[in-house]
């Protein structure tokens, strides 16, 4: 794979949200973004973990409201670009135009894996506006190859310049990234880039984002210590390192991502970013990552074993805004005493 070049997006301060609740505070974000210049991360991204808009009683209140910290990271980054998430019906266009006046200049506009068409008017108009446009593919591994391209195409038509392969469940193998990165190399004749965003629920972050640089992707995500929703995401300093032995030039220096990771973001975790029992099973059962805290809740209150609510909530199929269905699930095997034979719990868990 030498002398292939990729562009490494940080997704700390956005992803990483989810693993400290939605609390991270403008002086934290200011130390991040600052030290993430300094390793030379071409683009960060700030927002709620659930995108601009996004706090809220369901997806989890923000301690400071983000447009606040888009401006502190704008502040002390010159040649890092800033980028925000923006997910349709939960974040309006009004929204990408205020991130823009604070500073930021690329737009990723995330929908479910099947339904990029609500997508449309949001990345019509970042492109119009100049922003550089990214389509987000969410919970990737829940359609096929081939559909996933179809609806790539979709927002390659909308004005996207780059469609991602979003993992959001850490649920796929090398070989499924990479037959869903040349699905949409084919769909769209190339005429985007491909991104890939891994997590690390199954222990694949890295890998899966070297074999989806191998099948053509050329945007890839990490966050410092993969802070990020369930085990986190592919640890930046890994992606740096493992990148740079692979010949894979992404401009970033490697000991400063290192020096980020361990001096800026380790501090700021609240919570160990791990492959436990709770992060395996999002993985295995094909959950949303962001569901992991919320789980944890539904499981404390309603004293019924998390495992058993991951695995129902994947059986289900829920998708990312399905949050409330959590309570449900935790409810309903709290009634019936949560009972069920492991065997039976287990039944079509990997969705």
Not at 102 to 114: D, E, F
């Amino acid at each position: 794979m030498k002398g292939i070049d990729v562009t490494l997006v940080d997704s700390t301060l956005r992803d990483g949200s989810h693993a400290v609740n939605h609390q991270f505070t403008p002086a934290q974000v200011r130390a991040v973004a600052a030290a993430l210049e300094h390793a030379r991360v071409p683009v960060i991204e700030v927002a709620h973990g659930d995108g601009l808009s996004g706090s809220s009683l369901v997806y989890g209140l923000s301690g400071t409201d983000e447009y606040e910290l888009i401006r502190a990271a704008a502040d002390v980054t010159e040649n890092t670009a800033i980028a925000v998430l923006l997910l349709p019906g939960i974040g309006v266009k009004q929204d990408l135009d205020r991130a823009q006046e604070l500073g930021a200049s690329v737009a990723r506009i995330a929908t479910h894996c099947t339904e990029a068409d609500i997508s449309e008017q949001h990345l019509a108009h970042a492109r119009e506006r100049g922003m550089l446009t990214v389509g987000f593919l969410m919970m990737s591994h829940m359609t096929t190859p081939a559909a996933l391209g179809e609806e790539a195409a979709i927002m390659a038509g909308s004005g996207a310049e780059v469609v991602y392969v979003v993992d959001s469940a850490g649920a796929m193998l090398p070989g499924d990234v990479a037959a869903r990165v040349l699905a949409i190399r084919d769909a769209t004749d190339d005429q985007v880039l491909v991104g890939v965003h891994a997590h690390h629920n199954m222990g694949l972050a890295v890998a899966n984002s070297l074999a989806a640089v191998h099948a053509g992707a050329r945007w890839v995500d990490a966050c410092g210590v993969g802070l990020g929703a369930g085990a986190g995401n592919a640890p930046l300093e890994m992606i740096a390192a493992s990148f740079e032995r692979a010949g894979i030039g992404t401009g970033v220096d490697v000991r400063a991502a290192i020096d980020l990771a361990e001096d800026v973001v380790r501090p700021l975790m609240t919570r160990p970013v791990q492959g436990d029992r709770p992060s395996v099973l999002l993985g295995y059962a094909g959950v949303y990552g962001s569901f992991l805290i919320h789980a944890e809740r539904a499981a404390a209150q309603f004293g019924v074993p998390i495992a058993d609510i991951l695995l129902e909530i994947g059986r289900r199929k829920a998708v990312g805004g399905q949050e409330d269905l959590i309570v449900e699930v935790a409810a309903g095997l709290a009634a019936r005493g949560a009972q069920a034979p492991r065997s039976e719990r287990t039944v079509g868990a990997s969705a």
